[in-house]
């Protein structure tokens, strides 16, 4: 993991702490690397409650109840799903913040509509909000988006703590 994305996980765990909010995860293509920053800091058991790797959609919805209808109607790489998988990761885990990461990182898998490098990222707080962030990474191969979705993911994970309350 690079030092980068350890520093900018210290700097959140560092946050949470001092807010007494507590963090879960949701991922799908990013396969618990965003737990895996968190929990690379020393502490963090004090913020990080738990991590769901949903990377089926029967995971989807028996880990964090994403209806399955919403995963037929618009599919697993969705800004409705991903918006699901933060929500039902704040009530599964009964956390303040939860963030969650749905894609498709390649090198197969893509499509006309859903392309390799489409990435769905969403954070919950268990007041309600959900921001969602849509990114197109491109192709670059399968570690880069991966990596470039755990970035993104970590700054919603910072934007969270510019609101009121969870």
């Given at each position: ?10 700097d ?9 909010w ?8 990013t396969?618990?690397?965003v ?12 913020v ?9 959609n029967?995971?989807?919805?028996e ?104």
């Amino acid at each position: 993991m690079s030092p980068a994305l350890v520093a900018a996980a210290a700097d959140l765990v560092a946050a949470y702490g001092a807010r007494g909010w507590r963090v879960a995860t949701a991922e799908s293509c990013t396969g618990g690397l965003v737990a895996a920053a968190l929990t690379e800091v020393p502490g963090s058991s004090a913020v990080f409650e738990r991590g769901f790797v949903t990377y089926s959609n029967d995971a989807k919805t028996e880990l964090i109840g994403v209806d399955a209808d919403l995963i037929e109607r618009y599919g697993a790489v969705s800004e409705p799903v991903a918006r699901a998988m933060a929500s039902g990761a704040v009530a599964a885990a009964r956390v303040e913040v939860a963030v969650a990461i749905t894609g498709v990182a390649g090198p197969g898998g893509g499509s006309e509509a859903k392309p390799v490098g489409l990435v769905h990222l969403a954070c919950a707080t268990s007041s309600g909000q959900v921001r969602h962030l849509e990114r197109r990474y491109g192709d670059l191969g399968r570690s880069v988006i991966r990596e470039r979705a755990v970035e993104d993911a970590l700054a919603l994970l910072r934007g969270a703590l510019a609101s009121r309350g969870p």
